[in-house]
């Protein structure tokens, strides 16, 4: 069993930057591809980032391109989610994701472990 954090949500103005943490317990998950999801009220959970269990491959999705960093420690067992220039539409809650297998997944499906989320509020 993999248990899943997230820090760092808040509140930010417009075109200000916020860092997502995501701490994992329970088992080490430097062989996992790692993943970051938003979820706005009454909508489906939406894919934002995802890193490869050997950190060599990022995806994003292009609402956050060129914005959004994801990257991972695994000597802390923490993955991040840099976010800069902010917008409105960034709001939601933001939840980290691991998958137990080792190619990366896009989908809300591809993933076995889920944190609980942390609220991300961008006032323009």
């Known amino acids: 069993q993999v248990q899943l954090a997230e820090s760092g949500g808040g509140s930010v103005q417009a075109g200000g930057s916020l860092r997502l943490s995501c701490a994992a317990s329970?088992?080490?998950?430097?062989?996992?591809?790692m993943g970051w999801f938003l979820q706005d009220p009454g909508k489906e959970r939406e894919f934002v980032a995802a890193?490869?269990?050997?950190?060599?491959?990022?995806y994003y999705a292009d609402s956050v391109k060129g914005r959004f960093t994801i990257s991972r420690d695994n000597a802390k067992n923490t993955v991040y989610l840099r976010m800069n220039s902010l917008k409105a539409e960034d709001s939601a809650v933001y939840y980290c994701?691991?998958?137990?297998?080792?190619?990366?997944?896009?989908?809300?499906?591809?993933?076995?472990?889920w944190g609980q989320g942390t609220q991300v509020t961008v006032s323009s």
């Open positions: 890193i490869s269990w050997s950190d060599v491959s990022t």
């Open positions: 329970g088992r080490s998950i430097s062989s996992y591809a």
């Open positions: 994701a691991a998958r137990l297998l080792r190619g990366t997944g896009l989908a809300k499906a591809d993933y076995d472990y």
